[in-house]
């Protein structure tokens, strides 16, 4: 009795927290299809007047652009680099490996908007102006934690002898990396590149700094939508990059499955 009392407890406090995290989601998504030119809840009626309003956007096409340019390139580079940099800390012999991925992953450990301030800083004293390519060097400082961590674990175990007997039937060792590795390695390498795609293409905390008045990511120009003209065409925009997300979650759940993605096993 005790028992079935604690899991209906349980069950209770998990649906109270999922339906409290979801609630902010949930409302945005209603007022996105508010009949009127304000966030009115509860909501009579619907429209679909504002989804139809986005591409008319000032600027919305170009910020898009840009943002998917910036997460793409990122999160491939991410890929490549952080991967090398797992095959290093798991594979070779490196001095103080674990100082070198604590080192890797510590972005992740601080806060946005000192980073953004750190990296304005550091450009400026270095004089590097150029704001497309600024971005994406902050972008990867925010990306490349995401691929480390996930590589580091799933290099972990993995059987480098596979490698080795790839080699031992003619292949060369980037040829028995691209052969062996990567294919065992699938998931880390799409929950990586999810994670990484999802963290540069939202990014706001640090982009904010290395904007400028003709380079402007989405997220940034959602806010300046925000500041100029509020009404439910940003509710309708954030509605469909929510559903884009679930969207790729889906997906990876298809292909790979939530619980490898939460970092358990069968």
């Given at each position: 009795m005790?028992?079935r009392l604690?899991i209906a407890?349980?069950?209770?406090a998990?649906?109270?927290?999922?339906?409290?995290?979801l609630?902010?989601?949930?409302?945005?998504a209603?007022?996105?299809?508010?009949?009127t030119?304000?966030?009115?809840?509860?909501i009579?009626?619907?429209?679909?007047?504002?989804?139809?309003r986005?591409?008319?956007?000032?600027?919305?096409?170009p910020?898009?652009?840009?943002?998917?340019?910036?997460?793409?390139?990122s999160?491939?580079?991410?890929?490549?680099?952080?991967t090398l940099?797992?095959?290093a800390?798991?594979?070779?012999?490196l001095?103080a490996a674990?100082i070198?991925?604590?080192?890797?992953?510590s972005?992740?450990?601080?806060?946005?908007?000192?980073?953004?301030i750190?990296?304005?800083?550091?450009f400026?004293?270095?004089?590097?102006?150029?704001t497309?390519?600024a971005?994406?060097?902050?972008?990867?400082?925010v990306?490349?934690?995401y691929?480390?961590?996930?590589m580091?674990?799933?290099l972990?175990?993995?059987?480098?002898?596979l490698?080795?007997?790839?080699?031992?039937l003619?292949?060369?060792y980037?040829g028995g990396?691209v052969?062996?590795m990567v294919?065992?390695l699938a998931?880390?390498?799409?929950?990586?590149?999810?994670?990484?795609?999802?963290?540069?293409?939202?990014?706001?905390?640090v982009?904010?700094?290395l904007?400028?008045?003709?380079t402007?990511?989405?997220?940034?120009?959602?806010?300046q939508?925000?500041e100029?003209?509020p009404?439910p065409?940003?509710?309708?925009?954030?509605?469909?990059?929510l559903?884009?997300?679930?969207v790729?979650?889906?997906?990876s759940?298809?292909?790979?499955?939530?619980?490898?993605?939460?970092?358990t096993s069968?």
């Amino acid at each position: 009795m005790i028992t079935r009392l604690a899991i209906a407890l349980s069950w209770t406090a998990a649906i109270g927290v999922a339906l409290f995290l979801l609630a902010p989601l949930l409302v945005i998504a209603a007022a996105s299809f508010s009949p009127t030119p304000v966030f009115d809840l509860p909501i009579e009626g619907a429209s679909l007047r504002w989804y139809t309003r986005i591409g008319r956007l000032d600027g919305f096409w170009p910020s898009l652009f840009l943002s998917l340019q910036i997460a793409l390139l990122s999160t491939v580079i991410s890929l490549v680099c952080g991967t090398l940099a797992a095959i290093a800390i798991t594979r070779g012999k490196l001095p103080a490996a674990g100082i070198f991925a604590t080192a890797l992953v510590s972005p992740l450990m601080m806060p946005g908007l000192v980073l953004g301030i750190a990296l304005l800083q550091y450009f400026r004293a270095i004089g590097f102006t150029m704001t497309w390519s600024a971005l994406l060097v902050a972008h990867l400082v925010v990306t490349l934690p995401y691929v480390a961590r996930t590589m580091i674990a799933g290099l972990a175990r993995f059987d480098f002898t596979l490698v080795e007997a790839a080699r031992t039937l003619g292949c060369t060792y980037p040829g028995g990396i691209v052969r062996v590795m990567v294919p065992a390695l699938a998931p880390s390498f799409l929950i990586a590149g999810l994670f990484s795609f999802l963290a540069s293409f939202d990014n706001y905390p640090v982009s904010i700094f290395l904007a400028d008045v003709r380079t402007k990511t989405l997220p940034i120009r959602m806010l300046q939508y925000i500041e100029e003209a509020p009404d439910p065409t940003l509710a309708a925009l954030s509605t469909l990059i929510l559903a884009g997300t679930i969207v790729l979650l889906f997906a990876s759940d298809r292909m790979v499955g939530l619980h490898r993605m939460a970092g358990t096993s069968d």
